[in-house]
């Protein structure tokens, strides 16, 4: 039986436009969701080197531990030249603390400043930050305003439908946020209550689509594939599209997105050549960064991501899977490439990335 060729769904006019958020022009409208404990610069950097990336979001960052000079702090928010555009996400509910931390952020190179309204997390939503502070309608449009008007760069907010079904904050709140200066707002479409449980309600991204006059509103949540991102701008009517977990399976999937939108295909599929590269570059720029056991701790942690990735054969799996130097390392690749891959190279796989279980409360 003969197959005709694939038919892939209709891209929206509109990715082939311009997109600028408060004047800062942006590549592509596909961008990086941040993704804590993962999206570090050596990720970002490799996925950069991919192609079609248009912002990526650094780990979110407490305010206060930056002013306080925290090392942990400046490692989450740390940049270089090649890794721009970009956005550092600061969180907190103290106006000072985080009008200092945006203005900090911006003096490190952020193209844009993220407030981060979304976070689930029980210990940053006991503080009053993430998801919490959509409960707190004027006292969140107090602080927003107020980093508005200490940077000269613009000012995003990443936040949730709302706190739990009952409680949609997000158009209302979008909308208070557009007055007082905000550039874009990147809604993830669940609410806190759900944590990171069932499937995101695109129609709740199309009222804070709705409810904006002119920025840009950036739709976040189960962007996997091609299809899904489709489905995502015609059912929201969004600017553009966020992707977390998506980029972890496929760091070529900004690439295809970008020729989708200008051809109607993703384009050939990475070669098994291009999926190995993108793992090197990954783990040298840990080791360039964090040093060689950092990097290999690391490395183990989602080594089984790249496995499904490239197929490697189980016994050089194996050994990465207790890497412990960067000679293993490189010996070990060397004789991947050398072997090839040990079956079909997938276009597309589930990442098990770790997500808190259990009553939200204890998260």
């Not at 892939?8 to 969701?33: D, K």
């Not at 899904?228 to 980029?247: H, K, L």
């Not at 072997?339 to 939200?360: M, N, T």
């Amino acid at each position: 039986m003969t197959h005709g060729p694939e038919v892939f769904p209709t891209a929206p006019a509109r990715l082939r436009e311009p997109l600028s958020i408060g004047g800062v022009a942006i590549p592509s409208r596909f961008f990086l969701a941040p993704l804590a404990g993962y999206t570090s610069m050596a990720f970002r950097l490799a996925v950069r080197d991919c192609g079609g990336l248009g912002l990526a979001t650094t780990d979110l960052v407490n305010a206060r531990s930056i002013l306080e000079r925290r090392a942990r702090a400046f490692e989450l928010a740390e940049t270089c030249p090649e890794d721009r555009p970009l956005s550092i996400q600061i969180y907190g509910h103290v106006i000072p603390e985080m009008r200092d931390a945006a203005r900090w952020a911006a003096d490190q190179g952020a193209a844009v400043v993220d407030i981060n309204m979304g976070c689930p997390v029980n210990k940053v939503v006991k503080t009053g930050g993430g998801s919490a502070l959509m409960c707190q309608a004027d006292s969140a449009t107090a602080l927003v305003e107020a980093v508005v008007n200490a940077v000269d760069i613009p000012v995003t907010v990443k936040m949730r439908l709302g706190w739990d079904a009952e409680n949609h904050t997000a158009p209302a709140l979008a909308r208070s946020f557009e007055k007082v200066g905000v550039a874009g707002v990147i809604v993830h479409g669940r609410t806190r209550e759900q944590g990171f449980r069932g499937s995101v309600d695109r129609s709740g991204i199309r009222a804070v689509v709705e409810a904006v006059e002119t920025i840009p509103i950036v739709g976040n949540g189960d962007i996997r594939t091609l299809a899904d991102a489709e489905g995502m701008f015609r059912e929201t009517n969004c600017a553009a599209i966020s992707i977390g977990r998506g980029a972890l399976s496929n760091p070529f999937l900004f690439r295809q997105l970008v020729h989708w939108s200008e051809f109607g295909s993703p384009g050939p599929e990475p070669t098994f050549e291009e999926r190995v590269g993108v793992m090197q570059r990954h783990f040298h720029g840990l080791v360039a960064r964090r040093g060689e056991r950092h990097a290999c701790l690391q490395f183990r942690k989602i080594i089984k991501w790249y496995s499904h990735f490239i197929r490697p054969q189980k016994s050089l799996y194996h050994r990465l899977i207790n890497l412990s130097s960067v000679d293993l390392f490189d010996a070990t690749v060397a004789s991947i490439l050398e072997a090839g891959p040990s079956s079909p190279l997938p276009g597309h796989f589930e990442p098990r990335v770790p997500v808190p279980s259990g009553p939200i409360d204890v998260w």
